[in-house]
Protein backbone atom coordinates (compact mmCIF):
# COMPACT_ATOMS: atom_id res chain seq x y z
CA UNK A 1 0.00 0.00 0.00
CA UNK A 2 1.46 3.05 -0.80
CA UNK A 3 1.07 6.17 1.37
CA UNK A 4 1.54 9.99 -0.34
CA UNK A 5 1.70 12.52 3.13
CA UNK A 6 1.48 15.25 -0.19
CA UNK A 7 -1.91 13.16 -1.75
CA UNK A 8 -3.92 13.06 1.74
CA UNK A 9 -2.74 16.41 3.04
CA UNK A 10 -4.39 17.49 -0.52
CA UNK A 11 -7.54 15.02 -0.03
CA UNK A 12 -8.49 16.30 3.92
CA UNK A 13 -8.09 20.16 2.96
CA UNK A 14 -10.80 19.88 0.46
CA UNK A 15 -12.75 18.39 3.36
CA UNK A 16 -11.92 20.78 5.65
CA UNK A 17 -11.92 24.22 4.29
CA UNK A 18 -11.90 25.37 7.67
CA UNK A 19 -8.45 24.76 8.97
CA UNK A 20 -5.09 26.29 7.98
CA UNK A 21 -1.64 24.69 8.79
CA UNK A 22 -3.08 21.11 8.24
CA UNK A 23 -0.28 18.59 9.61
CA UNK A 24 -1.12 14.78 8.97
CA UNK A 25 0.25 12.33 10.62
CA UNK A 26 0.19 8.68 9.71
CA UNK A 27 -1.29 6.01 12.63
CA UNK A 28 -2.08 3.09 10.87
CA UNK A 29 -3.59 2.02 7.60
CA UNK A 30 -6.34 -1.48 6.47
CA UNK A 31 -4.43 -4.25 5.58
CA UNK A 32 -4.44 -7.44 3.70
CA UNK A 33 -7.34 -9.99 4.93
CA UNK A 34 -9.08 -7.00 6.36
CA UNK A 35 -11.83 -7.23 3.18
CA UNK A 36 -12.05 -4.02 2.02
CA UNK A 37 -12.35 -3.14 -1.33
CA UNK A 38 -9.64 -0.03 -1.31
CA UNK A 39 -7.00 1.32 0.71
CA UNK A 40 -7.88 2.46 3.94
CA UNK A 41 -5.44 4.88 6.23
CA UNK A 42 -5.86 6.09 9.58
CA UNK A 43 -4.31 9.75 10.75
CA UNK A 44 -4.62 11.94 12.95
CA UNK A 45 -4.37 16.10 11.80
CA UNK A 46 -4.20 18.97 13.54
CA UNK A 47 -4.74 22.93 11.78
CA UNK A 48 -5.97 26.60 12.75
CA UNK A 49 -9.59 27.37 12.72
CA UNK A 50 -9.11 30.98 13.48
CA UNK A 51 -7.49 31.47 16.63
CA UNK A 52 -8.06 28.10 17.72
CA UNK A 53 -6.14 24.60 17.45
CA UNK A 54 -8.79 21.59 15.77
CA UNK A 55 -7.96 18.06 15.47
CA UNK A 56 -9.55 14.82 14.03
CA UNK A 57 -8.76 11.69 14.03
CA UNK A 58 -9.47 9.93 10.63
CA UNK A 59 -10.14 7.22 8.47
CA UNK A 60 -9.55 7.75 5.05
CA UNK A 61 -10.58 5.42 2.25
CA UNK A 62 -9.53 5.45 -1.35
CA UNK A 63 -9.40 3.84 -4.41
CA UNK A 64 -6.52 1.48 -5.14
CA UNK A 65 -3.59 2.83 -6.41
CA UNK A 66 -3.48 0.90 -9.59
CA UNK A 67 -4.43 1.77 -13.35
CA UNK A 68 -5.28 -2.01 -14.25
CA UNK A 69 -7.06 -2.10 -11.78
CA UNK A 70 -9.43 0.99 -12.29
CA UNK A 71 -9.69 -0.17 -15.91
CA UNK A 72 -10.70 -3.14 -15.43
CA UNK A 73 -12.63 -3.39 -11.99
CA UNK A 74 -15.89 -1.52 -11.35
CA UNK A 75 -14.37 0.44 -8.48
CA UNK A 76 -15.37 4.07 -9.05
CA UNK A 77 -18.99 2.82 -9.31
CA UNK A 78 -18.40 0.96 -6.29
CA UNK A 79 -17.41 4.17 -4.48
CA UNK A 80 -19.81 6.30 -6.02
CA UNK A 81 -22.98 4.22 -4.76
CA UNK A 82 -20.87 4.73 -1.21
CA UNK A 83 -20.80 8.42 -1.78
CA UNK A 84 -24.71 8.73 -2.29
CA UNK A 85 -25.37 6.52 0.76
CA UNK A 86 -23.62 9.39 2.75
CA UNK A 87 -24.01 12.81 0.80
CA UNK A 88 -27.99 11.51 0.14
CA UNK A 89 -29.61 8.46 1.41
CA UNK A 90 -28.59 8.61 5.02
CA UNK A 91 -29.11 12.54 5.35
CA UNK A 92 -32.64 11.60 4.03
CA UNK A 93 -32.93 8.79 7.04
CA UNK A 94 -31.68 11.33 9.50
CA UNK A 95 -34.08 14.13 8.62
CA UNK A 96 -37.24 11.48 8.61
CA UNK A 97 -36.29 10.57 12.16
CA UNK A 98 -35.19 13.70 13.68
CA UNK A 99 -38.83 15.33 12.42
CA UNK A 100 -40.45 12.64 14.37
CA UNK A 101 -38.43 13.51 17.64
CA UNK A 102 -37.52 9.39 18.08
CA UNK A 103 -35.56 9.12 21.35
CA UNK A 104 -33.42 6.10 20.03
CA UNK A 105 -33.53 6.72 16.22
CA UNK A 106 -30.95 4.00 13.64
CA UNK A 107 -27.99 6.58 13.71
CA UNK A 108 -25.10 3.29 13.30
CA UNK A 109 -22.87 5.02 10.93
CA UNK A 110 -19.35 6.28 11.35
CA UNK A 111 -19.37 10.33 10.42
CA UNK A 112 -18.43 11.38 7.46
CA UNK A 113 -16.49 14.27 6.34
CA UNK A 114 -16.36 14.43 2.96
CA UNK A 115 -16.01 12.71 -0.60
CA UNK A 116 -13.59 13.23 -3.48
CA UNK A 117 -14.28 12.44 -7.15
CA UNK A 118 -11.30 12.41 -9.60
CA UNK A 119 -8.31 10.08 -10.26
CA UNK A 120 -8.87 8.66 -7.09
CA UNK A 121 -12.50 8.63 -5.28
CA UNK A 122 -12.11 9.17 -1.52
CA UNK A 123 -14.28 9.15 1.44
CA UNK A 124 -13.22 10.41 4.85
CA UNK A 125 -14.48 9.19 8.04
CA UNK A 126 -14.00 9.39 11.86
CA UNK A 127 -11.84 7.02 12.82
CA UNK A 128 -14.25 4.90 15.42
CA UNK A 129 -11.28 3.46 16.77
CA UNK A 130 -10.18 6.16 18.70
CA UNK A 131 -13.59 6.33 20.17
CA UNK A 132 -13.21 3.03 21.71
CA UNK A 133 -14.72 0.91 18.89
CA UNK A 134 -13.48 -2.18 17.49
CA UNK A 135 -13.76 -5.03 14.71
CA UNK A 136 -14.96 -9.01 16.87
CA UNK A 137 -12.63 -11.60 15.37
CA UNK A 138 -13.58 -12.83 12.19
CA UNK A 139 -12.22 -16.42 12.83
CA UNK A 140 -14.67 -16.52 15.74
CA UNK A 141 -19.03 -16.69 15.20
CA UNK A 142 -20.32 -13.84 16.93
CA UNK A 143 -21.73 -14.30 20.54
CA UNK A 144 -25.69 -13.58 20.74
CA UNK A 145 -25.38 -10.46 22.16
CA UNK A 146 -23.57 -9.23 19.40
CA UNK A 147 -25.65 -10.93 17.02
CA UNK A 148 -29.01 -9.36 18.73
CA UNK A 149 -27.19 -6.07 18.29
CA UNK A 150 -26.76 -5.83 14.85
CA UNK A 151 -30.07 -7.39 14.05
CA UNK A 152 -31.79 -4.70 16.13
CA UNK A 153 -29.78 -1.81 13.92
CA UNK A 154 -30.81 -3.73 10.50
CA UNK A 155 -34.14 -3.59 11.74
CA UNK A 156 -34.21 -0.10 13.15
CA UNK A 157 -32.60 0.90 9.40
CA UNK A 158 -34.55 -1.53 7.40
CA UNK A 159 -38.02 0.30 9.21
CA UNK A 160 -36.55 3.71 8.09
CA UNK A 161 -37.27 2.97 4.28
CA UNK A 162 -40.86 1.69 4.83
CA UNK A 163 -41.77 4.43 7.08
CA UNK A 164 -40.10 7.01 4.33
CA UNK A 165 -41.98 5.59 1.57
CA UNK A 166 -45.09 5.03 3.57
CA UNK A 167 -45.29 9.11 4.59
CA UNK A 168 -43.20 10.34 1.85
CA UNK A 169 -43.50 8.48 -1.05
CA UNK A 170 -42.66 10.94 -3.52
CA UNK A 171 -39.30 11.94 -1.65
CA UNK A 172 -38.67 7.94 -1.18
CA UNK A 173 -38.75 7.28 -5.16
CA UNK A 174 -36.88 10.52 -5.71
CA UNK A 175 -33.97 8.82 -3.40
CA UNK A 176 -34.28 5.41 -5.22
CA UNK A 177 -35.01 6.36 -8.50
CA UNK A 178 -31.32 5.03 -9.36
CA UNK A 179 -30.11 3.47 -6.39
CA UNK A 180 -29.24 0.44 -8.27
CA UNK A 181 -25.40 -0.87 -8.30
CA UNK A 182 -26.24 -4.11 -9.78
CA UNK A 183 -27.87 -2.01 -12.91
CA UNK A 184 -24.54 -0.09 -12.67
CA UNK A 185 -22.62 -2.95 -13.12
CA UNK A 186 -24.40 -4.14 -15.47
CA UNK A 187 -27.16 -7.70 -15.52
CA UNK A 188 -25.46 -9.89 -17.36
CA UNK A 189 -25.42 -13.64 -16.39
CA UNK A 190 -22.08 -13.83 -17.48
CA UNK A 191 -21.23 -11.90 -14.51
CA UNK A 192 -17.96 -13.84 -13.19
CA UNK A 193 -18.88 -13.41 -9.38
CA UNK A 194 -21.60 -15.92 -10.37
CA UNK A 195 -19.16 -18.40 -11.69
CA UNK A 196 -16.87 -17.97 -8.90
CA UNK A 197 -20.33 -18.63 -6.38
CA UNK A 198 -20.66 -22.21 -8.31
CA UNK A 199 -17.11 -22.41 -7.81
CA UNK A 200 -17.41 -21.86 -3.95
CA UNK A 201 -20.28 -24.40 -3.37
CA UNK A 202 -18.89 -27.08 -5.37
CA UNK A 203 -15.40 -26.47 -3.27
CA UNK A 204 -17.60 -26.78 0.04
CA UNK A 205 -19.35 -29.65 -1.26
CA UNK A 206 -16.02 -31.54 -1.94
CA UNK A 207 -14.67 -30.34 1.89
CA UNK A 208 -17.75 -31.26 3.98
CA UNK A 209 -17.60 -34.74 1.58
CA UNK A 210 -17.29 -36.76 4.86
CA UNK A 211 -18.43 -34.89 7.36
CA UNK A 212 -22.17 -34.71 6.33
CA UNK A 213 -24.97 -37.02 4.84
CA UNK A 214 -25.03 -37.46 1.56
CA UNK A 215 -28.54 -36.22 1.16
CA UNK A 216 -27.98 -33.10 2.66
CA UNK A 217 -24.58 -33.17 0.70
CA UNK A 218 -26.93 -33.29 -2.86
CA UNK A 219 -29.04 -30.54 -1.95
CA UNK A 220 -26.13 -28.80 -1.17
CA UNK A 221 -25.03 -28.82 -4.05
CA UNK A 222 -27.91 -28.36 -6.08
CA UNK A 223 -27.06 -25.05 -5.05
CA UNK A 224 -24.77 -24.43 -7.87
CA UNK A 225 -27.77 -25.39 -10.77
CA UNK A 226 -29.64 -23.19 -9.35
CA UNK A 227 -27.57 -19.62 -8.86
CA UNK A 228 -28.20 -17.80 -12.00
CA UNK A 229 -31.92 -18.12 -12.07
CA UNK A 230 -31.90 -17.49 -8.30
CA UNK A 231 -29.62 -13.77 -9.19
CA UNK A 232 -31.68 -13.31 -12.36
CA UNK A 233 -35.16 -13.84 -10.16
CA UNK A 234 -33.44 -11.07 -7.38
CA UNK A 235 -32.42 -8.76 -10.01
CA UNK A 236 -35.78 -8.31 -11.21
CA UNK A 237 -37.69 -9.03 -7.72
CA UNK A 238 -40.50 -6.68 -6.95
CA UNK A 239 -41.66 -7.74 -3.78
CA UNK A 240 -41.19 -6.04 -0.05
CA UNK A 241 -37.81 -3.69 -0.11
CA UNK A 242 -35.79 -1.63 1.69
CA UNK A 243 -32.73 -0.03 1.19
CA UNK A 244 -30.07 -2.39 2.18
CA UNK A 245 -26.24 -2.31 3.51
CA UNK A 246 -25.51 -5.40 1.10
CA UNK A 247 -22.05 -6.44 2.93
CA UNK A 248 -23.25 -8.06 5.81
CA UNK A 249 -19.85 -9.97 6.81
CA UNK A 250 -18.05 -9.39 10.16
CA UNK A 251 -15.58 -7.10 9.29
CA UNK A 252 -18.27 -4.40 7.89
CA UNK A 253 -19.27 -4.07 11.91
CA UNK A 254 -17.75 -2.05 14.63
CA UNK A 255 -18.94 -2.49 18.69
CA UNK A 256 -18.54 -0.12 21.89
CA UNK A 257 -18.10 -2.04 24.94
CA UNK A 258 -19.90 -0.85 28.48
CA UNK A 259 -17.33 -1.53 31.50
CA UNK A 260 -18.39 -5.13 31.67
CA UNK A 261 -17.80 -5.91 28.07
CA UNK A 262 -20.67 -6.03 27.01
CA UNK A 263 -21.27 -4.54 23.74
CA UNK A 264 -23.89 -2.10 23.58
CA UNK A 265 -23.35 -0.09 20.20
CA UNK A 266 -22.76 -1.38 16.56
CA UNK A 267 -21.53 0.56 13.92
CA UNK A 268 -22.18 -0.04 10.52
CA UNK A 269 -19.18 0.37 7.63
CA UNK A 270 -19.10 0.08 3.93
CA UNK A 271 -21.64 1.03 1.77
CA UNK A 272 -20.75 0.61 -0.95
CA UNK A 273 -23.43 -2.05 -2.52
CA UNK A 274 -25.99 -0.85 -0.57
CA UNK A 275 -29.16 -0.99 -3.24
CA UNK A 276 -32.63 -1.45 -3.12
CA UNK A 277 -33.62 -4.96 -2.66
CA UNK A 278 -35.58 -7.32 0.30
CA UNK A 279 -34.13 -6.88 4.40
CA UNK A 280 -34.07 -11.29 3.49
CA UNK A 281 -30.85 -10.24 1.71
CA UNK A 282 -29.33 -8.07 4.37
CA UNK A 283 -30.40 -10.75 6.94
CA UNK A 284 -29.59 -14.13 5.79
CA UNK A 285 -25.93 -12.63 4.36
CA UNK A 286 -25.65 -11.59 8.59
CA UNK A 287 -27.07 -14.60 10.08
CA UNK A 288 -25.35 -16.97 7.51
CA UNK A 289 -21.69 -15.30 8.01
CA UNK A 290 -21.65 -14.04 12.38
CA UNK A 291 -23.57 -16.39 13.93
CA UNK A 292 -22.49 -19.65 16.03
CA UNK A 293 -23.76 -23.13 15.59
CA UNK A 294 -25.86 -22.83 18.55
CA UNK A 295 -27.71 -19.44 17.49
CA UNK A 296 -28.19 -21.48 13.95
CA UNK A 297 -30.26 -24.05 16.09
CA UNK A 298 -32.19 -21.13 17.36
CA UNK A 299 -32.93 -19.32 13.80
CA UNK A 300 -36.59 -19.00 14.53
CA UNK A 301 -35.65 -17.11 17.37
CA UNK A 302 -33.24 -14.73 15.71
CA UNK A 303 -35.87 -13.66 13.15
CA UNK A 304 -38.61 -13.15 15.42
CA UNK A 305 -36.32 -10.79 17.37
CA UNK A 306 -35.56 -9.15 13.79
CA UNK A 307 -39.20 -9.13 12.93
CA UNK A 308 -40.28 -7.96 16.32
CA UNK A 309 -37.85 -5.02 16.61
CA UNK A 310 -38.71 -4.02 12.74
CA UNK A 311 -42.19 -3.59 13.38
CA UNK A 312 -41.52 -1.77 17.07
CA UNK A 313 -39.38 0.82 15.35
CA UNK A 314 -42.28 1.20 12.22
CA UNK A 315 -44.65 2.32 14.73
CA UNK A 316 -42.40 4.29 16.29
CA UNK A 317 -41.77 6.16 13.21
CA UNK A 318 -45.77 6.75 12.84
CA UNK A 319 -46.36 3.58 9.93
CA UNK A 320 -48.70 0.34 10.65
CA UNK A 321 -46.88 -2.31 11.91
CA UNK A 322 -49.17 -4.04 9.13
CA UNK A 323 -46.83 -2.69 6.33
CA UNK A 324 -44.71 -6.27 6.77
CA UNK A 325 -46.74 -8.64 8.48
CA UNK A 326 -44.81 -11.38 9.82
CA UNK A 327 -46.60 -14.32 7.66
CA UNK A 328 -45.00 -12.10 4.67
CA UNK A 329 -41.35 -11.88 6.17
CA UNK A 330 -41.35 -16.04 7.09
CA UNK A 331 -42.59 -16.57 3.44
CA UNK A 332 -40.04 -14.19 1.81
CA UNK A 333 -37.19 -15.47 3.74
CA UNK A 334 -38.21 -19.27 3.08
CA UNK A 335 -37.78 -17.91 -0.63
CA UNK A 336 -34.52 -15.46 -0.63
CA UNK A 337 -32.18 -16.89 2.18
CA UNK A 338 -30.17 -18.79 -0.38
CA UNK A 339 -28.60 -15.27 -0.95
CA UNK A 340 -26.56 -15.13 2.65
CA UNK A 341 -26.50 -19.44 2.41
CA UNK A 342 -24.76 -18.89 -1.05
CA UNK A 343 -22.22 -16.58 -0.38
CA UNK A 344 -21.21 -17.92 2.85
CA UNK A 345 -19.42 -20.69 1.06
CA UNK A 346 -16.80 -17.39 0.27
CA UNK A 347 -17.21 -15.34 2.86
CA UNK A 348 -16.29 -18.48 5.43
CA UNK A 349 -12.81 -18.63 3.62
CA UNK A 350 -12.59 -15.23 4.01
CA UNK A 351 -13.12 -15.72 7.64
CA UNK A 352 -10.91 -18.48 8.46
CA UNK A 353 -8.25 -17.63 6.45
CA UNK A 354 -4.59 -16.59 8.02
CA UNK A 355 -4.10 -12.84 6.98
CA UNK A 356 -0.81 -14.32 4.29
CA UNK A 357 -3.80 -16.31 2.84
CA UNK A 358 -6.38 -13.97 2.51
CA UNK A 359 -7.54 -12.60 -0.90
CA UNK A 360 -7.07 -9.00 -2.30
CA UNK A 361 -10.66 -8.13 -2.71
CA UNK A 362 -10.11 -5.58 -5.16
CA UNK A 363 -7.92 -7.85 -7.30
CA UNK A 364 -9.55 -7.46 -11.04
CA UNK A 365 -10.53 -10.64 -12.85
CA UNK A 366 -8.25 -12.25 -15.12
CA UNK A 367 -9.48 -13.69 -18.01
CA UNK A 368 -13.51 -13.30 -17.12
CA UNK A 369 -13.02 -14.98 -14.08
CA UNK A 370 -12.94 -13.16 -10.40
CA UNK A 371 -9.51 -15.03 -9.38
CA UNK A 372 -9.28 -13.59 -5.66
CA UNK A 373 -11.15 -16.53 -4.08
CA UNK A 374 -9.23 -19.23 -5.63
CA UNK A 375 -6.85 -19.55 -2.17
CA UNK A 376 -6.42 -22.36 0.34
CA UNK A 377 -7.46 -22.37 3.80
CA UNK A 378 -4.93 -23.84 5.76
CA UNK A 379 -7.03 -24.37 8.48
CA UNK A 380 -9.09 -27.11 6.56
CA UNK A 381 -10.50 -27.88 10.54
CA UNK A 382 -11.88 -24.53 11.52
CA UNK A 383 -13.41 -24.04 7.73
CA UNK A 384 -15.45 -27.47 7.98
CA UNK A 385 -16.78 -26.58 11.63
CA UNK A 386 -18.33 -23.26 10.62
CA UNK A 387 -19.59 -25.09 6.69
CA UNK A 388 -21.15 -27.97 8.37
CA UNK A 389 -23.02 -25.45 10.71
CA UNK A 390 -24.52 -23.66 7.89
CA UNK A 391 -24.93 -26.56 5.03
CA UNK A 392 -26.74 -28.04 8.53
CA UNK A 393 -29.21 -25.45 9.26
CA UNK A 394 -29.97 -25.23 5.79
CA UNK A 395 -31.21 -28.44 5.13
CA UNK A 396 -32.93 -28.56 8.19
CA UNK A 397 -35.00 -25.50 7.97
CA UNK A 398 -35.27 -26.77 4.11
CA UNK A 399 -33.84 -23.63 3.18
CA UNK A 400 -31.62 -25.55 0.09
Given at each position: ????????????????????????????????????????????????????????????????????????????????????????????????????????????????????????????????????????????????????????????????????????????????????????????????????????????????????????????????????????????????????HGDCWNNNFLFFYDENDNPIKVSIIDWQISRLASPILDLSHFIFSC??????????????????????????????????????????????????????????????????????????????????????????????????????????????
Open positions: MNYNEREIKAWLESCFKNLTQIVVTLVGHSEKGDGYMGDIFFVHIHGKNGGTTESYDLAVKSSKDSDILREFSPMKVFFNNEKYFYESVFPNFVQFQTNRGLKNPFKGVPKCYGTLSGVKDVLVFENLTKSGYCLWDRKKPMTRDHVELVILDYAKFHAVSVALKDQEPQNFEKLVKHYDIFNDLGRDNKNPMLETLQNAVEEMHDLLQNDLDQLVLQKWRNLKNSIQTFFREMLSYEGFKVITTSENDLDDLTKILEHYHKCFTSFLTQLGSSDSLYPRNQFFDDWANLSKFGIMFSSIVMKVCTAEKEEAPDLAKPPENGQFTAFQFEVANKKLLKQRMRAIVSCAAKNKLI
